[in-house]
């Protein structure tokens, strides 16, 4: 039996964009209980940008560490895409433990039109495709390279290292490196040490997308995004039809009818 993390995908606008990805929850697990924790995986950003068409594979790999020192890694692959006019196509695959028996499957389907305003969001088990209003504010933010000043953080939080990584050509397409070291003293939440947490970021001035992340966190562990199997052409525009026979769910605001 399945056990989908819980937290459905964040409509609206984080939804398109943040990337979030969901997780099977071990067998062990129980939500009659009390305890326990669910979450949610956000990945790469793509912006709705036009003139910049590709398709790739995005492979996710999230590690998490136990106290006794081990560690367990859940992964999955998925297929994405943006075309010419700037619409983005993204597929959603459950994470499942690595080199594991639990084969990955395809839950969500997403495509965000800049033009039109629109986001689908496609459940493939449920075949109902729901449809909202698609604002690109936030998404077209990540065109720029990840780039802060080193220094203290506000409030006594810690503080923030940033350092320039060079160039490096990954799936053939040049990037620029970043990398955010924060340090987070004692006693800001509940820890009794210092706590270190990394980003490591490669930036396609062309594509406008990180095609490799890499974050480690004491909070949450390390999670690496690669882009891989990269075409930087025009998709195949079938990617951007809706599935069919999926029904479709209006969830767009109607507006009020003046007196």
């Given at each position: 039996?399945?056990?989908?993390?819980?937290?459905?995908?964040?409509?609206?606008?984080?939804?398109?964009?943040?990337?979030?990805?969901?997780?099977?929850?071990?067998?062990?697990?129980?939500?009659?209980?009390?305890?326990?924790?669910?979450?949610?995986?956000?990945?790469?950003?793509?912006?709705?940008?036009?003139?910049?068409?590709?398709?790739?594979?995005?492979?996710?790999?999230?590690?998490?560490?136990?106290?006794?020192?081990?560690?367990?890694?859940?992964?999955n692959e998925r297929r994405i895409a943006r075309d010419q006019q700037g619409r983005v196509y993204e597929e959603r695959w459950y994470l499942v433990p690595k080199s594991g028996n639990i084969?990955?499957?395809?839950?969500?389907?997403?495509?965000?039109?800049?033009?039109?305003?629109?986001?689908?969001?496609?459940?493939?088990?449920?075949?109902?495709?729901?449809?909202?209003?698609?604002?690109?504010?936030?998404?077209?933010?990540?065109?720029?390279?990840?780039?802060?000043?080193?220094?203290?953080?506000?409030?006594?939080?810690?503080?923030?290292?940033?350092?320039?990584?060079?160039?490096?050509?990954?799936?053939?397409?040049?990037?620029?490196?970043?990398?955010?070291?924060?340090?987070?003293?004692?006693?800001?939440?509940?820890?009794?040490?210092?706590?270190?947490?990394?980003?490591?970021y490669w930036h396609s001035e062309k594509l406008g997308i990180n095609l490799l992340s890499i974050r480690s966190s004491p909070f949450f562990g390390k999670q690496t995004f690669t882009i891989?199997?990269?075409?930087?052409?025009?998709?195949?525009?079938?990617?951007?039809?809706?599935?069919?026979?999926?029904?479709?769910?209006?969830?767009?605001?109607?507006?009020?009818?003046?007196?």
């Amino acid at each position: 039996m399945r056990y989908a993390i819980a937290g459905f995908l964040w409509l609206g606008t984080l939804v398109g964009m943040a990337q979030v990805q969901q997780a099977q929850l071990p067998p062990t697990f129980d939500a009659r209980r009390d305890g326990g924790t669910r979450e949610v995986l956000e990945s790469i950003v793509i912006p709705p940008i036009p003139g910049a068409p590709f398709t790739a594979t995005l492979a996710t790999e999230a590690v998490k560490y136990a106290a006794d020192g081990a560690s367990v890694t859940s992964v999955n692959e998925r297929r994405i895409a943006r075309d010419q006019q700037g619409r983005v196509y993204e597929e959603r695959w459950y994470l499942v433990p690595k080199s594991g028996n639990i084969k990955s499957t395809m839950n969500w389907i997403q495509i965000a039109d800049p033009k039109r305003r629109t986001l689908y969001n496609c459940s493939t088990e449920r075949q109902i495709c729901d449809l909202l209003v698609f604002d690109p504010t936030n998404a077209l933010s990540a065109m720029s390279p990840r780039k802060g000043s080193s220094g203290p953080l506000q409030h006594g939080d810690g503080n923030v290292t940033w350092e320039d990584l060079g160039n490096r050509i990954i799936a053939g397409i040049d990037t620029a490196g970043t990398r955010e070291t924060t340090i987070t003293p004692a006693g800001a939440w509940g820890n009794d040490q210092p706590l270190t947490s990394m980003s490591e970021y490669w930036h396609s001035e062309k594509l406008g997308i990180n095609l490799l992340s890499i974050r480690s966190s004491p909070f949450f562990g390390k999670q690496t995004f690669t882009i891989t199997e990269l075409t930087a052409a025009e998709p195949d525009p079938q990617l951007f039809e809706l599935p069919a026979g999926f029904k479709i769910n209006d969830q767009r605001k109607k507006p009020q009818i003046s007196h």
